[in-house]
């Protein structure tokens, strides 16, 4: 198990797990990811790791079909400006790896953001820690486990 799965059980939070075979090559983690497992992209959400400009580190989930809009996460965040964070700093601050950063058991509790899009489903599916592993839940279940809030911070 991961930190992520291990989370959600203590909190006996209403959760699905689904695991596919990843294909290193790929070249993009969520999108392999809402492919393998037969879902529509808009339901699959990537995390992912902005620093602002005082150097705070914040946590974004947005669907895997479009990509962040860092002035939206900054206005968010009320904060000046985000820029991606560097992937090593990501994966130490988190204790997970690129293409299997989950939102949830991070090692340091970051303020985390959700793209508000993932309202309008019954579930999301985010990474549960791990490139091929997958959890299925409640977009309001991940924003309590995260301390997370919605914004319009997704661009498609």
């Known amino acids: ?4 799965i291990d989370l959600l059980k ?10 596919y075979e990843h294909d290193p090559k790929s070249a993009s983690y969520g999108l392999e990811a809402a492919e ?8 699959v ?3 992912l790791l902005a620093c602002s400009e005082k150097n705070e580190l914040l946590v974004a989930v947005v669907p895997v079909g479009g990509s962040l809009d860092l002035k939206a996460l900054a206005q968010a965040a009320q904060v000046k400006k985000v820029d991606m964070a560097d992937p090593t700093v990501a994966q130490r601050t988190t204790g997970y790896l690129v293409g299997g950063i989950s939102p949830l058991g991070q090692k340091k509790r ?3 953001f959700i793209d508000q899009s993932a309202q309008a489903y019954p579930t999301i599916h985010v990474s549960a820690g791990r490139r091929g592993l997958e959890v299925e839940l409640a977009a309001q279940v991940l ?6 809030r919605f914004a319009a911070i997704g661009r498609a």
Not at 1 to 4: D, E, Q, W
């Open 1 to 4: 198990m991961t930190p992520a």
């Open 10 to 19: 203590k909190a006996k939070a209403e959760h699905r797990i689904h695991s």
């Open 36 to 43: 393998k497992l037969g879902l529509d992209p808009a339901r």
């Open 45 to 47: 959400f990537k995390t």
């Open 110 to 112: 970051l303020r985390t």
């Open 143 to 148: 924003a309590e486990q995260t301390g997370a």
